[in-house]
């Protein structure tokens, strides 16, 4: 595979090119529309042949719907064969019936010798004529539907030479009509009678595809399918894919049969939105669902509505198709290795009174690889503190190094045809550990073997903090006696760690409503915050004033509407409202919450504070608030 794939090594990024008819025998050096995008490769019959054999490999698809095909005119937007080289399945989304000879040569060009499969897509709302009023008197009969069949996916593709088809379906998404709705009976038959003629129980090698809502069919059909095509528009990030795989996957779908596309009718410029990978980095989305497989297996691959749009990119034609299909399926058959998780990981090793501490440290890693792995493969970890310094000179903090020895790892292993490997957890002994903040920098080590790469540095960095607080993380009650709360206090909050503007929650912007928290009632005059951006999806904090200063030695709050035990990520107390002290050295964990669903905060020593300010780290869902109470020594 590697001999062949060095003669494709610039499959992604080559410009478009053009061949008449007459040269398919014997293929020579295009003429592009754009002579400064022409590509150095000489495209004879090797490269061709092994561009063919490439396609019949292990990888992720690359499909596109083409509009406005006619294969004529000044413009090589309108032509087939201005698609990159390396697209696996192009369907037509236009006419794709009564071709003319120019759409005729454009096709078979493609399919013969880039071999790139041509489908065309059908809309099956309803029955067309003549099979309804001719073959079924009106009626969906069987007969009709299996003559409709027949018609569409055996004498269509003999008579246009099409590689198979792609039916849209989107109850749910406007279409309506008697084939239209989940587990609808007839679109059943019909999905059946085509699988008489293609798919892959038709033995015929043609396709059978569906696009829109494909997790919409019987469950018992879903295996007729080649691929499903989900119309994942404007998709925000990996759980968007994989809420919408797990749907398909209750219905049978493999995840080697799902592609996931954008939509370039609009998008075209940016290839698609902001889109998050599993693995924490943001990219555009059509990226991300190339990237992307669900946690059941390998995903099928990815695409675009309308890909023709991206023809027009002034830095290169389809440069954002290209770049996908480089970085899932690059040239010269290396094999991408990436890390599942990127994001530095936080860990807490509590120094109690007595000098003992808790805490662990129980990261599991795990690598994905860009396409199955050929044979058993391994990737050991190593600690590299040399990366320390680097990454505080970067960020402004003075973290420490850790000694090796503390640091227990092991090796990743992946199995021949897997693409994840198996995860191996990281431990560190805290067996006299000295206070401090030590970041880990774990490197995951790539073998000799020249096929594996990656496009980033593989490290996972953890952050082990090792200190005391003084706020009791366990309590699940308060000591003492509540302050009876008197007239001025009140409460405001804000959005992220600011001071000043936005709240980021509802309900709390009067005087009035800031009130309710000190009344003493339970009640529905609460605030809350959600995981929105706008909110406190990036984390929130809120300052309580008392009307004088205090001796103090706890806290609690009272959530109403719903909780999803967000971090408190620093816990400050202040006599002036300018110099605060922290109780927690910004050490971070998850309040207890009491069965009557207080948040606790038992202080290990009374302070003496007029300001009470409570950090909380990210929102992922909600939190609430309906009432605050501050408590003080019993004697």
Same mark, same amino acid.
């Given at each position: ?342 994001? &530095? ?5 509590? %120094?109690?009174? @007595?000098?003992?501490? !808790?805490?662990?440290?129980?990261? #599991? $890693? ?95 960095? &953890? ?5 005391? %607080?003084?706020? @009791?993380?366990?309590? !699940?009650?308060?000591?003492?006696? #509540? $302050? ?152």
């Amino acid at each position: 595979m590697k001999n062949f794939l060095k003669y494709v090594a610039a499959l992604a990024i080559v410009g478009a090119f053009f061949v008449a008819c007459s040269d398919w025998t014997d293929p020579e050096r295009e003429i592009t529309q754009h002579p400064d995008q022409q590509s150095p490769i000489l495209r004879d019959n090797a490269y061709y042949q092994a561009l063919r054999e490439y396609k019949k490999t292990k990888h992720k698809i690359a499909f596109g719907w083409y509009g406005s095909w006619t294969a004529v005119g000044a413009s090589y937007q309108t032509r087939l064969q201005s698609a990159p080289d390396s697209m696996d399945i192009i369907s037509i989304w236009s006419q794709w019936h009564s071709l003319t000879p120019e759409q005729i040569a454009d096709k078979e060009f493609v399919q013969k010798i880039k071999g790139t499969k041509v489908t065309f897509t059908i809309f099956s709302d309803k029955m067309p004529e003549p099979f309804l009023t001719e073959i079924g008197g009106g009626e969906y009969t069987d007969e009709a539907i299996e003559a409709y069949a027949k018609a569409y996916c055996k004498d269509s593709m003999d008579k246009y030479s099409y590689d198979g088809i792609d039916v849209d379906y989107e109850p749910g998404y406007g279409a309506s009509g008697p084939f239209v709705g989940h587990d609808n009976e007839l679109f059943r038959k019909l999905i059946l009678a085509m699988s008489k003629y293609v798919g892959p129980k038709s033995g015929t090698g043609r396709l059978l595809m569906i696009d829109g809502v494909p997790y919409a069919v019987h469950a018992d059909v879903a295996d007729c399918f080649d691929y499903g095509i989900v119309q994942a528009y404007n998709s925000y990030g990996y759980t968007d894919l994989q809420d919408r795989f797990d749907e398909a996957y209750k219905k049978g779908w493999k995840p080697e049969q799902y592609i996931f596309a954008e939509n370039f009718e609009s998008l075209w410029k940016t290839g698609g939105v902001s889109h998050e990978c599993r693995d924490g980095q943001w990219v555009n989305s059509l990226l991300g669902m190339a990237r992307f497989n669900p946690t059941q297996g390998f995903g099928a691959g990815f695409g675009a509505y309308h890909m023709e749009y991206e023809y027009a990119n002034s830095s290169m034609p389809y440069k954002y198709m290209r770049e996908a299909i480089q970085d899932v399926n690059p040239a010269g058959g290396d094999l991408i290795v990436g890390l599942t998780s990127t994001g &530095l990981s936080k860990y807490l090793f509590l %120094v109690g009174d @007595d000098g003992t501490i !808790t805490g662990e440290v129980d990261e #599991k $890693i795990r690598v994905e690889l860009a396409r199955p792995a050929p044979a058993d493969v391994s990737f050991p970890l190593a600690i590299d503190n040399s990366l320390v310094d680097a990454y505080n000179e970067k960020h402004g903090t003075s973290y420490e190094p850790i000694d090796p020895a503390r640091v227990s790892l092991g090796t990743l292993g992946v199995a021949a045809g897997a693409f994840l490997s198996d995860e191996v957890s990281v431990t560190v002994s805290s067996a006299g550990i000295e206070k401090g903040y030590y970041l880990i920098p774990i490197v995951v080590e790539l073998p000799a073997e020249d096929i594996y790469t990656s496009k980033e540095p593989l490290v996972r960095y &953890l952050l082990l903090t090792v200190s005391a %607080v003084e706020i @009791d993380v366990d309590a !699940t009650a308060l000591t003492g006696v #509540k $302050i009876e709360p008197a007239s001025g206090w009140t409460i405001v909050c804000y959005q992220g760690t600011a001071s000043s503007g936005a709240n980021g929650v509802w309900n709390l912007d009067s005087d009035a409503q800031k009130a309710c928290m000190f009344d003493g009632k339970l009640d529905s005059n609460c605030w809350y915050a959600a995981n929105a951006s706008y909110s406190w999806g990036n984390g929130g904090n809120f300052i309580i004033t008392l009307d004088k200063a205090y001796d103090i030695n706890g806290f609690r709050w009272h959530i109403y509407y719903e909780d999803s035990n967000p971090e408190c990520t620093d816990f400050q107390y202040s006599e002036d409202g300018t110099n605060w002290y922290s109780l927690t050295n910004e050490i971070s964990f998850v309040p207890k919450l009491s069965a009557d669903n207080w948040k606790i905060f038992q202080f290990k020593k009374t302070v003496k504070a007029r300001y009470l300010r409570v950090y909380v780290g990210r929102v992922t869902d909600f939190t609430s608030m309906n009432e605050a109470e501050i408590f003080a020594p019993a004697n």
